[in-house]
């Protein structure tokens, strides 16, 4: 089955930037997705379309894509941006039934 | 303002049944897909299925085909995740989504408030 792979972990200082990396060999073909989940909070979508942002999502993040990986860039971190992130996408064949998550990327402010 | 307003927590045995429910207003519930994703203690995401409410055309996950049922009643926005007989490992946050779909772009842009869902003898 496709696959998406994170990183399990990425720590920061505050003001930093922060890159988070999602792998996936159909990435070329599909658009990836990135949702932000804070403790005991439901996901939120930061990035569609690998590099929109929704309305409201600060503009310190953005989104990028090269080949079979895509990545979430955090601009001047701060502390409320500790969550844990996940990319989404689906498979290459297009069909309703293969949307597929990353593992997660728990992302720590210093 | 959109929003999906799911159902209260559930603690359950084994065995038994289970329909937990989400309802969609500030948007016309019959014309967008509406998606269920599990999320098990202290794990990831994970898609279990889409329903459109406009006319009850279902997908699910391999993983969840057989496993659960996914329904809507289109004259009252709603739509349902149910169980015939739960298992401990059912133990989970259960989130609606709104799920944006064509061909190329498939994603959630709004999510319930979750679901817990315990299963336990």
């Known amino acids: 089955s496709y696959e998406l792979t994170q990183p399990p972990s990425v720590s920061v200082s505050p003001g930093q930037t922060a890159r988070i990396t999602c792998s996936g060999d159909a990435l070329p073909k599909q658009y990836a997705y990135w949702y932000q989940q804070k403790p005991g909070q439901a996901p939120v979508l930061v990035i569609y379309?690998?590099?929109e942002r929704p309305s409201g999502i600060p503009e310190r993040f953005s989104g990028s894509s090269s080949g079979t990986t895509v990545t979430l860039t955090i601009s001047g971190v701060q502390a409320e941006d500790e969550a844990d992130y996940y990319c989404q996408s689906a498979d290459s064949s297009g069909t309703y039934a293969d949307v597929v998550f990353g593992g997660g990327t728990k992302l720590t402010v210093l | 303002e959109v929003q999906l307003v799911q159902s209260g927590a559930e603690v359950k045995k084994p065995g038994e049944s289970l329909k937990i429910s989400c309802k969609g207003s500030g948007y016309s519930f019959t014309s967008y897909w509406i998606g269920w994703v599990r999320q098990m203690p202290g794990k990831g995401l994970e898609w279990m299925g889409i329903i459109y409410p406009g006319d009850s055309d279902t997908r699910y996950s391999p993983s969840f085909q057989g496993q659960v049922t996914i329904s809507a009643d289109k004259s009252i926005s709603t739509a349902y995740l149910q169980w015939s007989s739960l298992k401990a490992s059912d133990t989970a946050m259960y989130y609606c989504?709104?799920?944006?779909?064509?061909?190329?772009?498939?994603?959630?842009?709004?999510w319930g408030q979750g679901t817990l869902v315990t299963v336990s003898s």
């Open positions: 379309k690998d590099s």
């Open positions: 989504v709104r799920q944006m779909t064509t061909v190329t772009t498939q994603y959630f842009d709004y």
